[in-house]
């Protein structure tokens, strides 16, 4: 794996150097050494007072709105995936709306995209994590600079004013600033851009409707409006049952996509636990949407609308048919698990789930799709067993052997293709054997 690489930021007024990735975000799906740390003070509100949060239906756009209508006008969107799985969701986004994304720092591409674009990839990405509208990028050479990009833009075009709002932020690298000093320059300076244009931002830190986040990496940061909300889109609302070592489904669907998952492919996960790879895999082959009846933060920009969004969601039909997938795990207790969480994602009569041995059973599948236990959570004896048993079960018989795993090194046969991926702290692979 490539290490990450760090840099001083030279800066004139440093006060203190801060080493680690810190993040002012809560919720955020942040880089692996993240020191997490609260936002901000409710009292200090970015330095300001704003009285109280408005209660009751929120105006979409206030009376006192600067905003431009920005329908139709293409604006540079950032999606943020699972570090090492870029290639994965540029193919999905480009092929979704016609995109051509570029990695802007690992776990994260961009692109251009218009209202239309935000909608498809709520209703449709599998493989992403958040879908945030950038509103300002450049080089920074310290606070003052991350600050100023807020006046290279018209923030009124982008934060719809009068809804409460908050700043996250995320920063890499060496800086004399943390992560919580960002967010608080930040907040004050796109409070008062919108103040300046006639409207307001009520500061809410812990439940916002907009949410401005801001990355700074080595000498370069992005502000941007988070589109997707609070709950990133891993969180699949069917999870009900967690296993004690999970896989993100994100993750899970950018396997079934790596395998090529369709609706003529039958698919075995012989190591299912509480079933993320099977249950993504039957929502790919359906052409179901991953993360139905959830609310994003539609509201947050002043261009898109909730109610087109769901126009969008709803109109689109799903394959009637489905391949025959199943799950294998030697634990009760996980069949059980993914029993219960297929049955929430609506997918319980397209997923077979059997208790047994994936070493002692005769895959009959097409695709075989294995997150396999590597020893960290779970129990590390036997796993040169397990790893030798599966691959000499499975023979020739799959047309694709997709497996993700931090013990690449217990992996028996020759990957034809290789992507090396984060999985939390971890150092991890996935190998896809043809
Ligand atoms: C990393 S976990 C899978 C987690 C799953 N992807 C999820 O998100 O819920 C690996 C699973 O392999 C199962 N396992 C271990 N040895 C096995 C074997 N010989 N046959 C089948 N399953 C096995 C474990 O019980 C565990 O649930």
């Known amino acids: ?64 709105a600067a905003a431009t209508d920005r329908s139709g006008a293409t604006v540079r969107l950032i999606a943020t995936t699972n570090r090492g799985f870029e290639s994965v969701s540029t193919d999905e986004v480009a092929g979704l709306v016609s995109a051509s994304p570029s990695v802007v720092w690992p776990g994260a591409i961009a692109f251009e995209g218009d209202e239309s674009t935000l909608y498809r990839l709520h209703a449709r990405a599998r493989t992403i994590n958040r879908v945030l509208v950038e509103v300002a ?32 932020s995320t920063r890499h690298g060496d800086h004399p600033f943390t992560s919580m000093d960002v967010a608080d320059r930040v907040g004050r300076a796109t409070i008062d851009a919108v103040r300046a244009a006639g409207g307001d931002l009520p500061v809410d830190l812990d439940d916002p409707d907009t ?38 489904p994100t993750m899970a669907a950018a ?26 895999a039957a929502l790919l082959a359906r ?3 991953p993360v139905p009846d959830r609310q994003f ?89 397990l790893y030798r048993g599966l691959f000499d079960a499975l023979g020739d018989e799959p047309e694709r052997v997709v497996v993700f795993t931090a013990r690449d090194d217990l992996v028996p046969v020759e990957p034809t293709r290789r992507l090396d991926v984060r999985h939390g702290r971890l150092d991890a692979a996935v190998l896809i054997v043809e």
């Open 211 to 248: 949410i401005l986040r801001v990355f700074v990496r080595e000498d370069y940061a992005w502000l941007a409006v988070d589109v997707t909300g609070g709950r990133s889109l891993h969180r699949r609302g069917y999870r009900t049952v967690e296993h004690e070592a999970p896989l993100r």
């Open 137 to 168: 990028a450049g080089p920074v050479d310290g606070l003052d600079d991350v600050a100023a990009l807020v006046g290279t833009a018209t923030i009124p075009e982008y934060v719809a004013p009068g809804r409460p709002f908050a700043v996250r």
């Open 255 to 280: 396997l079934c996509r790596l395998a090529g998952v369709d609706d003529g492919t039958s698919v075995l996960d012989p190591t299912c636990g509480c079933g993320a790879i099977p249950i993504e």
């Open 1 to 64: 794996m490539a290490s990450r690489s760090e840099s001083v930021v030279g800066d004139r007024t440093r006060r203190r150097p801060v080493h680690a990735d810190d993040s002012a975000a809560a919720g955020h799906d942040r880089p692996d050494t993240v020191v997490r740390t609260r936002g901000f003070s409710p009292d200090r509100g970015y330095g300001r007072r704003d009285g109280p949060r408005p209660t009751g239906d929120r105006p979409k756009t206030p009376a006192t």
């Open 297 to 385: 933060a539609f509201d947050a920009v002043p261009f898109a609308d909730v109610d087109q969004f769901r126009a969008v969601r709803d109109d689109h039909p799903t394959r009637g048919r489905c391949p025959p997938i199943r799950g294998i795990d030697v634990e009760d207790r996980w069949i059980a698990g993914a029993h219960r969480n297929a049955a929430a994602a609506g997918v319980d009569d397209d997923v077979a789930f059997e208790l047994g041995d994936a070493t002692a059973t005769t895959p009959s599948a097409d695709l075989v799709i294995a997150d396999l236990p590597f020893g960290v959570r779970t129990d590390g004896t036997g796993l040169d067993t």
């Open 287 to 289: 052409d179901r949407p």
